[in-house]
């Protein structure tokens, strides 16, 4: 679990166990790392969906999937290069 101590903080479980999910304001399920850097852009830097992909991108990821439900779902793989 990351909590990040800013304003309100942000409690974001990176983990399937339920009672996490109880204490957490966003849950990230993820094969990737880098997963959890969503919530935090959104909730805290405010980004959008667009800015967060167009950011992922630049640095040759792609958000391949991404379903905003209670619980964030994100798989990540690298872009090809060119």
Same mark, same amino acid.
């Given at each position: 679990? &990351?909590? /990040?101590? !800013? &304003?309100?903080? &942000?409690?974001?479980? /990176?983990?399937?166990? %339920?009672? =996490?999910?109880?204490?957490? %304001? !966003?849950?990230v399920l993820s094969d990737d790392a880098l997963s959890i850097l969503i919530p935090i852009l959104e909730d805290i830097l405010n980004w959008s969906g667009a800015r967060i992909r167009s950011f992922m991108e630049h640095h040759g &990821?792609? =958000?391949q999937e991404w379903e905003k439900v209670q619980t964030d779902t994100v798989a990540i793989v690298r872009a090809a290069t060119t």
């Open positions: 679990m &990351l909590h /990040v101590n !800013r &304003l309100d903080g &942000l409690t974001i479980a /990176v983990s399937e166990n %339920k009672y =996490l999910t109880q204490i957490a %304001k !966003r849950t &990821l792609i =958000l």
